[in-house]
């Protein structure tokens, strides 16, 4: 197991704490956004997240990103700029994972992470429990947490097996398909806005576990939460492997079905891979309707996935006529009052600006204006954030328009 203190001699340990705390919280208070009666749930050590990755490949790149500022914090232990330097990236590269401290309150789940370095001695579980602060709710329930899994580390165990807490199920698959369905609670009684970095990463970790844990061998509820979990870590390809396999394999509740093809659909788009929406709709077609076939709610996610692939203007008259089945006044109102029109491929071809779309299709400039504030008519936003009007995207919804007469 990696000792910091070998390659940084006597101060490596205090060198990675401090990086431990930028890392992790850059000087954030782990405790700011709990509420109630906050608890100690668990702890678990885990491979990098894709996040710390990420940032970590970018400093050892070219020195640049979030993990910069360690560079500061270790110059202002009175080292230059260059030894700062080698001793971040020597840091950074003996990183072997990540330790995981997990905190249950009435929001949900919070996590404090830590930089792993392969060695859970008695020096290191010290430092990991004063990392979490003075006012941790439960410092020796840790500590013992702590001990435990170097207990089961040097029988053998590894990720994902390598947890601890109270109540936590007798295997690595019930505890990570806990994790996964607390997490979840939080994110659906609407507690965080967006996905907090933090919760994305131990989306990721969740559904990475299950996966792990089980293979092709998790039942349709651990594949419900371990789709739903790629989803909200951005993994849009993992979370449609498992959200073909849960209608291949399972039945799920036709409400459950409906929410997750949404979420798919909206990640997909977000992604810029609205093309994994429409295949996965074709491929499970079948499957789908049996579950949903007439539903206004599996309608729309599809027409929104065609939309945002810029689809021939056939596609998008018949994805639109399947919305106009389902439910004539929500077809009507949604095509003209909804931002369904995000075009969401890397390119989108020739575009133009609001006065020439109103040009091109002999409207007046108001018109066009107005729906693309909206986002009710097709728009592209490049590289600069600018909003453009592709002209494949715009034909294709012209024609639709006045095939339904939805023009107002």
């Known amino acids: ?93 003996a990183a072997q994972g990540m330790l995981v401290v997990v905190l249950a309150d009435d929001q949900g789940l919070f996590t404090i992470p830590q930089l792993f370095f392969g060695n859970l001695d008695d020096d290191f579980i010290d430092g990991a429990v004063g990392l979490c602060g003075d006012d941790f709710p439960d410092q020796d329930g840790l500590r013992a947490c702590l001990i435990g899994l170097r207990s089961e580390a040097e029988r053998g165990k590894r990720w994902p097996e390598l947890f601890g807490g109270e109540g936590l199920g007798d295997s690595a698959l019930a505890y990570w398909e806990q994790i996964g369905e607390s997490l979840l609670q ?116 599809r027409f929104k996935a065609t939309a945002a692939a810029m689809a021939s203007q ?26 369904l029109w995000r075009i969401a491929v890397a390119d989108p071809g020739p575009v133009l600006d609001t006065h020439a779309a109103a040009e091109h299709i002999d409207r007046s400039v108001n018109f066009v204006a107005k729906r693309l504030d909206a986002g009710t008519i097709p728009f592209h936003r490049n590289s600069d954030g600018e909003l453009r009007i592709p002209v494949q995207a715009l034909d294709a919804w012209w024609a639709m328009m006045q095939h339904f007469n939805l023009l107002d």
């Open 314 to 339: 056939e596609q998008l008259i018949a994805a639109a006529e399947s919305l106009r089945q389902a439910d004539r006044k929500a077809f009507r109102h949604d095509l003209n009052r909804e931002p």
């Open 186 to 301: 939080g994110v659906d009684e609407g507690l965080f806005a967006s996905t907090p970095d933090r919760l994305a990463d131990l989306a990721h970790w969740t559904a990475r576990a299950l996966d792990d844990s089980a293979g092709d061998e998790l039942d349709g509820d651990q594949l419900m939460i371990a789709a739903r979990c790629h989803l909200l870590a951005g993994e849009i390809e993992a979370a449609g492997a498992d959200l073909a396999q849960l209608v291949s394999d399972y039945e799920p509740e036709d409400e459950d079905l409906a929410v997750l093809l949404d979420q798919f659909t909206n990640g997909a788009i977000a992604k810029g891979e609205p093309q994994r929406a429409v295949a996965l709709f074709a491929e499970h077609e079948a499957a789908i309707d049996e579950i949903l076939g007439g539903c206004y709610e599996l309608a729309l996610p």
């Open 1 to 93: 197991m990696f000792d910091p203190k070998s390659v940084l001699g006597a101060d490596g340990e205090q060198f990675a704490r401090e990086l431990q705390n930028a890392a992790g919280s850059g000087g954030f208070n782990p405790f700011s956004l709990l509420t109630g009666q906050r608890r100690f749930q668990s702890v678990f050590l885990a491979p990098p997240s894709p996040s710390l990755a990420k940032a970590v490949e970018q400093f050892l790149a070219d020195g640049t990103g979030p993990l910069q500022a360690i560079v500061e914090q270790i110059k202002q232990q009175g080292v230059d700029a260059a030894e700062a330097a080698g001793r971040a990236k020597m840091l950074f590269e």
